[in-house]
Every structure is written in C-alpha cells, then in structure tokens.
T-cell receptor, first 114, second 117 residues
Framework: KQEVTQIPAALSVPEGENLVLNCSFT??????LQWFRQDPGKGLTSLLL?????REQTSGRLNASLDKSSGRSTLYIAASQPGDSATYLC?????????????FGTGTRLQVTL | DTEVTQTPKHLVMGMTNKKSLKCEQH?????MYWYKQKAKKPPELMFV???????INESVPSRFSPECPNSSLLNLHLHALQPEDSALYLC????????????????FGPGTRLLVL
C-alpha cells in the first residue's frame, strides 16, 4: 500500500525567506506527482504536476523536483510571502487498471510571518 | 471555466437522517471523485467514477452511496451516518484521455463540511 509522508509537518518562516518542503513515497510505481495548496476549510488548488519521466517543474516562485527511484520530491518556494501561508500537500498518482487514484501526503502547514 | 461546485457548503444531520451532497462540473471531464478529509489530515479517496461508471470503491461503508446520473453531476447519498463521519467531503474531476490520462490534473471543489450529531 502506498504511503506518502511530508516533512516538516509545520513550518513558520519570516517573509522573504526561501524554503523547501519534502515529500517521500514508498511505492515508486507512480505516473505523476502533484503539489497542492489548501487554505483552511477550503478545497485544493493544484500548484505543479511532475510526470514520472520528468525531474522538475517550475511555476513562478515555485519549483518542484522529483526523484522517482528514491521516492522523493521537494517543493521549493522562493521569496516567501504572507499569502503563501497554507497547507501544502503532495499526492502521487497510480493506476489500478480501470481508473487512476491519488494518494495524498500528510501535509506541511506553512506560516509566513511579516 | 475550471470550476467544480459543491452544495451545500455546510450540513448538520442526525444519525437517522437521509441527506445528499451534490457536485457539478461543466469542464467536460469524464472522471469524478469523492474524498473524505478529517481535520488536520490529508484527503482520503472514497469513490471514483469513470464515464459515469463506478470504477473504484475504497471499501467505503454502505451508509455512503454514490451516484453519477450524468457526466456533469455526482451525488453522495448519506443515510444512518455516525458522528465519526463528520468531515470535509471533497469532490474532484479530471479528464480521461486514454492517451494522456496520466498527465491530467484533478480539479477540486470547495467541499461540504458535514457534522453528524
């Protein structure tokens, strides 16, 4: 059974700092990995999707990397802002023969302070 | 339009009630999903519909009954729930292109916050 873990569970940084969130998964037979953002009590917003054949993806101040063989991904956030405060979730996609499914990580709660 | 809508936003129900959650998307997606999220936990997959057919049921108790009446609509019928079923219920949708399904991202709705008394 796939297990996805994120470290750290919570993180507080001052505005302007660069930071790295970590995600690890136990079964490397994945098709892609996504990073999502969730604001309190809200739905999920997709940030980046990395295919299993790719090493990294970039969108604005966000950069995500994937090392499928070692079961690891990182999300790098440059020049953090208070608006980045949210919970960040990674999720891996697998296929069971009839449909795809996402397994989510445990999440990192980020607080960016002024 | 990349929106998935869910109604109601909040729901309080007793253990003997019957209620339904509704999810709608107009992006032409042919896969729709129900997730359950407890406080401070990640979402957990409950059901997947592909082309209006149930393709994944993650051993969900029968007091939760999904229904996909057409390609835009997904319902979750609730009956005889327990207090531990209180959670945020999230709906999502995605394309099902047989050539590139693995590239497709899931779009999530804002969720229905359910409280079972």
């Amino acid at each position: 059974k796939q297990e996805v873990t994120q470290i750290p569970a919570a993180l507080s940084v001052p505005e302007g700092e660069n930071l790295v969130l970590n995600c690890s998964f136990t079964d490397s037979a994945i098709y892609n990995l996504q990073w999502f953002r969730q604001d309190p009590g809200k739905g999920l917003t997709s940030l980046l999707l990395i295919q299993s054949s790719q090493r990294e993806q970039t969108s604005g101040r966000l950069n995500a990397s994937l090392d499928k063989s070692s079961g690891r991904s990182t999300l790098y956030i440059a020049a953090s802002q208070p608006g980045d405060s949210a919970t960040y979730l990674c999720a891996v996609k697998q296929f069971n023969g009839t449909a795809s499914k996402l397994t989510f990580g445990t999440g990192t709660r980020l607080q960016v302070t002024l | 339009d990349t929106e998935v809508t869910q109604t109601p936003k909040h729901l309080v129900m007793g253990m003997t009630n019957k209620k339904s959650l509704k999810c709608e998307q107009h992006m032409g997606h042919r896969a729709m999903y129900w997730y359950k999220q407890k406080a401070k936990k990640p979402p957990e997959l409950m059901f997947v519909y592909s082309y209006e057919k149930l393709s994944i049921n993650e051993s969900v108790p029968s007091r939760f009954s999904p229904e996909c009446p057409n390609s835009s609509l997904l319902n979750l019928h609730l009956h005889a729930l327990q207090p531990e079923d209180s959670a945020l219920y999230l709906c999502a949708s995605s394309q099902v292109d047989r050539e590139s399904w693995y590239q497709e991202t899931q779009y999530f709705g804002p969720g229905t916050r359910l409280l079972v008394l």
